[in-house]
């Protein structure tokens, strides 16, 4: 099955400066990769999606790139903010609801 | 629109109990699926439904039956609790393969 990998595991940065994680897929299949952001406590809620057709989708202050041939996708957060303080967990899947999840990120923004 | 709703919140089991836990959606979604999360595992699929009467198994299916009766409900049953099944677990549904999902607030279950 899908193997999702994250790194790296803990990000901190300074308020205002850019975020940026990055996942590895290992089923060149995959073509379905969202983006989930879980608060402590809460459930996981969708924040961003890309499919395999795009390579850069952008959100705001969110932005997703997609390098189908390195088989790795990325999550670009711009000008962070106390409120991006949170996990951050990627995904793939071959578009048939068989999602597989990374470990997730902790991503801290320092005040 | 209540979105997904999972009961109970909470639930402490001891080794050897069953139990079931309740997702209800109100989004006509035909998909619906079920994880389990642990620390630094992340999410991990223990069942999923296409739709009503369709069910198939996820990564981590041992120890968990489930059934999809109705479009709204998809229960996870614990025929026989073990210490290994304490976790938290997420309900989540989505309209169509290939779109987010959304996810329940969650159910934590400690089994002693």
């Known amino acids: 099955g899908e193997n999702v990998e994250q790194h790296p595991s803990t990000l901190s940065v300074q308020e205002g400066d850019s975020a940026v994680i990055k996942c590895t897929y290992s089923?060149?299949?995959?073509?379905?990769f969202p983006w989930y952001k879980q608060e402590l406590g809460k459930r996981p809620q969708l924040i961003i999606d890309?499919?395999?057709?795009?390579g850069e989708k952008k959100d705001q202050r969110i932005a997703v790139t997609l390098n189908k041939t390195a088989k790795h996708f990325s999550l670009h957060i711009t000008e962070t903010q106390p409120e991006d303080s949170a996990v951050y967990f990627c995904?793939?899947?071959?578009?048939?609801?068989?999602?597989?999840f990374g470990k997730g990120n902790q991503v801290v923004v320092i005040p | 629109n209540a979105g997904v709703t999972q009961t109970p919140k909470f639930q402490v089991l001891k080794t050897g109990q069953s139990m079931t836990l309740q997702c209800a959606q109100d989004?006509?979604?035909?998909?619906m699926s079920w994880y389990r999360q642990d620390p630094g595992m992340g999410l991990r699929l223990i069942h999923y439904s296409v739709g009503a009467g369709i069910t198939d198994q996820g990564e981590v299916p041992n120890g968990y039956n489930v059934s999809r009766s109705t479009t709204e409900d998809f229960p996870l049953r614990l025929l026989s609790a073990a210490p290994s099944q304490t976790s938290v677990y997420f309900c989540?549904?989505?309209?169509?393969?290939?779109?987010?999902?959304?996810f329940g607030a969650g159910s934590r279950l400690t089994v002693l």
């Open positions: 995904a793939a899947s071959q578009g048939n609801n068989r999602l597989a």
């Open positions: 890309i499919r395999s057709n795009v």
């Open positions: 989540a549904s989505t309209a169509q393969v290939g779109r987010g999902l959304t």
């Open positions: 089923d060149s299949a995959s073509n379905y």
């Open positions: 989004m006509n979604h035909e998909y």
